[in-house]
């Protein structure tokens, strides 16, 4: 049985998607059901997937997919379909899946995207990832992410993060970063004022303000692989 608000919630994104032909997006869902921070719309979706109602789609920016719906919001003519983002061609330059070749990663073990942990500096296993996912040249890793700082990125704690190994980054880049030359984190990079800030994607977490001697990045996300 659904909680007031996680019925509240579905029922919105059915009215939208059925209105708009895409779903509502993480800021018009808070506002509709006036919360405070996009944090409480990530916990009612989470529950509603795993209430089998709804379903995410990795990779693609607002997709959900609508599985069913309870009986007393049963319209007639509804079967589940899957909405894509804003659009429904396929992105200009993307290969058929067939095309697509997957390489192997080595995984550094975990990053906090929480409070940080020992910095990283040993392959527990391997993942393969498609090479299209691969920015460019240089040397690429991956990583386990452990805790929920960065859910309203999208990153969420289990995923695997792959990053690209560089050590400079730009304003509102997301990095693995070194602090203080033992602390390993996964946050949004910026220079404030002559300081590094490391923010984080979550309201429950406040942003670190450091020096520069204090901050080594050790690479920058390019691409996000969830198992369900």
Same mark, same amino acid.
């Given at each position: 049985m659904l909680t007031h608000k996680q019925l509240e919630l579905l029922d919105f994104i059915q009215k939208r998607t059925m209105r708009d032909g895409v779903p509502p997006s993480f800021d018009e869902m808070k506002e509709a059901l006036d919360l405070r921070s996009k944090s409480g719309i990530?916990?009612?979706?989470? !529950?509603?997937?795993?209430?089998?109602? $709804?379903?995410?789609? =990795?990779?693609? +920016?607002? /997709?959900?997919? $609508? %599985? *069913?719906?309870?009986? =007393? &919001?049963?319209?007639?003519?509804f079967?589940?379909? %899957?909405? /894509?983002?804003?659009?429904?061609?396929?992105? *200009?330059? +993307?290969?058929?899946?067939?095309?697509?070749y997957a &390489?192997?990663?080595?995984? &550094?073990?975990?990053? +906090? !995207?929480?409070?940080?942990?020992? /910095?990283?500096?040993?392959?527990?296993?391997?993942?393969?990832?498609?090479?299209? &996912?691969?920015?460019?040249?240089?040397?690429h890793y991956a990583l386990e992410v452990k805790g929920d700082s960065m859910i309203d990125a999208g990153i969420n704690d289990g995923d695997i993060v792959v990053i690209r190994e560089q050590t400079t980054a730009e304003n509102g880049d997301i990095v693995v970063a070194l602090v203080e030359g033992h602390e390993a984190t996964l946050k949004r990079f910026r220079r404030?004022?002559?300081?590094? +800030?490391?923010? /984080? !994607?979550?309201?429950a977490y406040e942003t670190r303000l450091l020096r520069d001697d204090q901050v080594k990045v050790q690479g920058r996300l390019v691409g996000l692989i969830r198992s369900y």
């Open positions: 990530h916990r009612l979706i989470t !529950a509603l997937e795993e209430r089998g109602f $709804i379903r995410r789609l =990795a990779h693609r +920016a607002r /997709a959900i997919e $609508i %599985v *069913k719906l309870p009986d =007393a &919001m049963e319209r007639p003519g079967s589940p379909r %899957v909405i /894509a983002g804003d659009r429904t061609d396929p992105p *200009k330059g +993307a290969l058929p899946v067939e095309t697509v &390489m192997e990663l080595p995984v &550094m073990g975990r990053i +906090a !995207a929480g409070v940080p942990i020992e /910095a990283i500096s040993e392959v527990s296993h391997h993942v393969s990832v498609p090479s299209t &996912m691969l920015s460019g040249r240089g040397e404030k004022n002559g300081m590094i +800030a490391l923010e /984080a !994607a979550n309201p």
